[in-house]
T-cell receptor, first 110, second 112 residues
Framework: LAKTTQPISMDSYEGQEVNITCSHNNIATNDYITWYQQFPSQGPRFIIQGYKTKVTNEVASLFIPADRKSSTLSLPRVSLSDTAVYYCLVGDTGRRALTFGSGTRLQVQP | DAGVTQSPTHLIKTRGQQVTLRCSPKSGHDTVSWYQQALGQGPQFIFQYYEEEERQRGNFPDRFSGHQFPNYSSELNVNALLLGDSALYLC???????????FGPGTRLTVL
């Protein structure tokens, strides 16, 4: 599975848009990009998945450039409840095990 | 519709003991995976079960074993516990052919 690199931590304020970028230079043709959110002492929760261009759901948007070597998770108008660890995963998540890195710890302040 | 459930919530054991953790997948899901998450780290894949057989395994010793039952529920067994086995153990389930995995709340294991 492709290795991913993302910032260790980020800080933001309520109401701001947060963009978390993930680098995955060795992404394979069949790989999807998936983001999970995890609150303390809870299991990770699926946020969004994409293959190319842009994907949007009720929670977030995922931007993927044409070369697919990076991706950006965009959280619009964050609130205190968005404080969590966000993981970027790359691979064929349909069949293979999920490979988590250390994630990005997002702290949202009032 | 209940999501993935795990039991127990917390568990304290001593070195050398054995432990069994249990997982019930989300309704309609047939594939169960187990992950170990040490404090401050991302989850690490232990193994995956489908049709009552272990299909994939991560880099974990044979002390870690599992089982899947006909109703798709699963158990994780860890023998000869070490202090380093202290972690949050997560179960995830998915429906065959679908990408999204749903995680349970985990079992917090403390080895003294």
């Amino acid at each position: 599975l492709a290795k991913t690199t993302q910032p260790i931590s980020m800080d933001s304020y309520e109401g701001q848009e947060v963009n978390i970028t993930c680098s995955h230079n060795n992404i394979a043709t069949n790989d999807y990009i998936t983001w999970y959110q995890q609150f303390p002492s809870q299991g990770p929760r699926f946020i969004i998945q994409g293959y190319k261009t842009k994907v949007t759901n009720e929670v977030a948007s995922l931007f993927i450039p044409a070369d697919r070597k990076s991706s950006t998770l965009s959280l619009p108008r964050v609130s205190l409840s968005d404080t969590a660890v966000y993981y970027c995963l790359v691979g064929d998540t349909g069949r293979r095990a999920l490979t988590f890195g250390s994630g990005t710890r997002l702290q949202v302040q009032p | 519709d209940a999501g993935v459930t795990q039991s127990p919530t917390h568990l304290i054991k001593t070195r050398g003991q054995q432990v069994t953790l249990r997982c019930s997948p989300k309704s309609g899901h047939d594939t169960v995976s187990w992950y170990q998450q040490a404090l401050g780290q991302g989850p690490q894949f232990i193994f995956q079960y489908y049709e009552e057989e272990e299909r994939q395994r991560g880099n974990f010793p044979d002390r870690f074993s599992g089982h899947q039952f006909p109703n798709y529920s699963s158990e994780l067994n860890v023998n000869a516990l070490l202090l380093g086995d202290s972690a949050l153990y997560l179960c995830a389930s998915r429906r065959g052919g679908y990408n999204e995995q749903f995680f349970g709340p985990g079992t917090r294991l403390t080895v003294l």
